[in-house]
């Protein structure tokens, strides 16, 4: 098996991989609160103006519905930070209108379908226009789906509490991205291949097509060990691989491409990608030594 760099800079680490801010922390217009006009002195025996009293009781009222909206605002956003509250730089919710998920067919699917376990491989890739629905943007470029953010978040808590290191180097990827990096790979592979349709196929072992990467659909990260950041077999050998493998299934996380399941996901040993599948299927697959494919009972 090649070796590839994670290309992981040594940014200083904060206390957690990323977080999300307090609700008084996001980024909102500075309204300047509205001041109270000085008392006008008013000669006795001429008839006091109502106009300021009508222009202070607009500007109350105003003032009223915009902290009532502030205040319903910060509480939906109190709520998507629960998870991950803490000190620094705030998480970015990015909405995506007209976003759409995949039935495995490369169709679009009803938006009650379970999320967390959409099958993506070489059989089942993205529909046309797929796009995740909303992400939560990390530190250092990266970023997941909103939906599987908490649960990663308190994965990563969880493994720095033990006192080990864990660092995400790829997460999302756009659809230029995986085809930039994939064609990366065939080119590595035609040296050694006897034609182009070969050396794609050499190279899909270890980086899927574009369109049918759990990149691409937001809820897969790689994490390595920040000792170690190559990815190679040798990466399974590191502490925080070994953290991940044994505790990744209690946050709804699974090891994807398990080195004894390549016949069946058609993707070779990958001991730093993680898939988020939520709780209850992760027990299993985990438990019960599967694969994704497997516990869906598809290929």
């Known amino acids: 098996m090649s070796i590839h760099s994670c290309v992981v800079h040594d940014f200083p680490l904060p206390d957690r991989e990323y977080y999300a801010a307090a609700s008084d922390q996001w980024d909102e217009p500075t309204v300047s609160k509205p001041r109270r006009p000085a008392p006008s002195r008013i000669r006795r025996g001429k008839r006091r103006s109502p106009l300021p009293l009508l222009a202070l009781t607009g500007l109350m009222l105003f003032a009223a519905g915009f902290l009532l909206g502030r ?18 730089g705030p998480v970015r919710i990015l909405a995506v209108p007209g976003a759409v998920r995949s039935t ?14 959409l099958l993506v491989n070489e059989s089942h890739p993205l529909p046309e226009g797929f796009q995740v629905p909303e992400f939560t943007q ?21 493994c720095r509490a033990d006192g080990l290191s864990p660092t995400i180097c790829s997460s999302y990827r756009t659809w230029e991205k995986q085809e930039e990096l994939f ?59 070994r953290w991940l493998m044994e505790h990744c299934a ?38 019960r030594g599967l694969c994704l494919e497997e516990y869906l009972g598809v290929d």
């Open 71 to 88: 205040a319903e605002a910060a509480g939906t956003r109190a709520a998507q930070a629960a998870a991950g509250a803490g000190s620094g």
């Open 104 to 117: 495995g067919e490369g169709e679009a699917a009803a938006p009650e379908e379970d999320w967390a376990l």
């Open 138 to 158: 990390l530190v250092n470029g990266h970023s997941i789906d909103k939906r599987a953010y908490p649960a990663l978040q308190r994965m990563m808590d969880a």
């Open 183 to 241: 064609e990366n790979k065939v080119q590595s592979c035609l040296s050694q291949a006897g034609s182009r349709e070969e050396a794609e196929e050499q190279a899909a072992v270890w980086v899927a097509r574009p369109g049918t990467s759990e990149h691409q659909a937001g809820l897969a990260v790689d994490i390595v060990d920040k000792s170690y950041q190559s990815l190679d077999s040798g990466q399974e050998e590191t502490a925080v691989q």
């Open 250 to 287: 209690e946050f709804g996380f699974i090891l994807r491409y398990p080195n004894d399941k390549s016949g069946i996901t058609g993707i070779g040993y990958e001991p730093w990608h993680y898939r988020y599948v939520g709780e209850e299927a992760a027990r299993e697959i985990m438990s």
